[in-house]
């Protein structure tokens, strides 16, 4: 496949394939800033459904950042990549250590973000769950373990691009996975964008404000 020319396009082309989901009742589309906001946004807005966030950090491995051993997501739902932890010896001093930094740069995020506007209601709700692409999976690990703990009815993933592994592993937890480009040699999100500029907090909440 070519690559999408960036986040806007993908975010068009994957509401091709969301369409049944277009001015349904109780359904909601979430996505993972900042990246998955501005797929989000046009998903959003191409099927008439409410657009929100659900903040998610990736734990970095100390001194290789880029290196994921886990994710948390708001509430403090975690996920961890147990083989990481201890194959590169992580001790659990350095693991709090991450995950107090990185709750708060979530509040930091939240606070930013969704200002005095509380977390939605989502119980009997169908989310979808959006992203601008998915390699190893641990955010979006992390949102479906905090999405699952607010009872939702029908949780469906739907991303521009990620690995076939990921994907394959990640329908065995959700109701729903929607990608049109899944890649057998995945090397990283960017390199499936033309633009993979870094998304700013001010375009995130420009793009929630005009949602």
């Known amino acids: 496949m070519n690559k999408y020319t960036d986040r806007q396009e993908a975010g068009i082309v994957l ?20 990246g998955g906001v501005p797929v989000g946004y046009e998903v959003a807005k191409a099927l008439s ?24 997501a708001s509430g403090g739902a975690a996920v961890f990549n147990e083989d990481v932890v201890r194959d590169l010896t992580i001790s659990k001093n350095e693991i709090d250590q991450i ?16 200002g005095t506007r509380s977390f939605p209601d989502l119980a009997k709700k169908t989310v979808i769950l959006v992203d601008d692409g998915i390699a190893t999976g641990a955010t979006m690990r992390a949102a479906i373990k905090l999405l699952r703990s607010q009872h939702v009815k029908k949780l469906v993933v739907a991303i521009p691009v990620a690995a076939r592994d990921t994907c394959d592993d990640l329908m065995l937890e959700v109701e729903e ?27 995130v909440i420009f793009l929630l404000k005009k949602a």
Request: charge should be negative; aromatic fraction near 10%; include cysteine.
């Open 15 to 34: 509401a091709e394939h969301l369409k049944q989901y277009r001015q349904m009742q109780d359904v909601i589309v979430l996505a993972l800033p900042r």
């Open 49 to 72: 459904l409410p657009l929100d966030i659900l903040i998610v950090r990736k734990l970095g491995v100390p001194n290789h950042e880029e290196l994921a051993f886990g994710a948390i």
């Open 99 to 114: 995950i107090e930094r990185e709750k708060e740069e979530i509040k930091r995020r939240e606070i930013t973000y969704r």
């Open 177 to 203: 996975l929607i990608c049109p480009s899944i890649q057998e040699y995945f090397y990283a999100v960017g390199a499936w964008y033309e633009n993979f500029s870094q998304t700013s907090d001010e375009e």
